[in-house]
């Protein structure tokens, strides 16, 4: 018992001792713990708010993925075929050109 009354001496002298050098009252001191758990808590709540969007937002990436890669390679097949297309012009320009530095 007297272990319990010592600790809790030494546990008010420096809960005194805090507030003295704080400045505040018991009051202010609550108060202020009090708005720094509720900054805390909303905090928390916004987090696992954004949390859920961010997961909602990836599944409907994963979602649409392979939509994305057909569309890609569609994109790589027209590029490859204007490419192909192209590519004979571009040679008898080459030709050309070379031509007209030889001389």
Do not use: C
């Not at 202010?28 to 009090?34: I, L, S, T």
């Not at 939509?67 to 008898?92: G, Y």
């Amino acid at each position: 018992m007297k272990t319990f009354f010592k600790v809790a001496g030494v546990g008010a002298f420096l809960f005194g001792a805090h507030l003295y050098y704080h400045k505040e009252t018991p009051a202010e001191f609550v108060q202020r713990v009090r708005h720094y758990f509720l900054v805390k808590k909303q905090a928390y709540g916004d987090l696992k708010t954004a949390q859920k969007a961010f997961s909602t937002a990836m599944a409907e990436l994963k979602a649409q993925l392979p939509e994305l890669q057909e569309a890609i390679s569609d994109l790589q097949r027209d590029i490859d075929e204007a490419r192909f297309q192209i590519q004979p012009r571009i040679d008898e320009i080459n030709k050309y050109t070379d031509k007209i530095k030889k001389s």
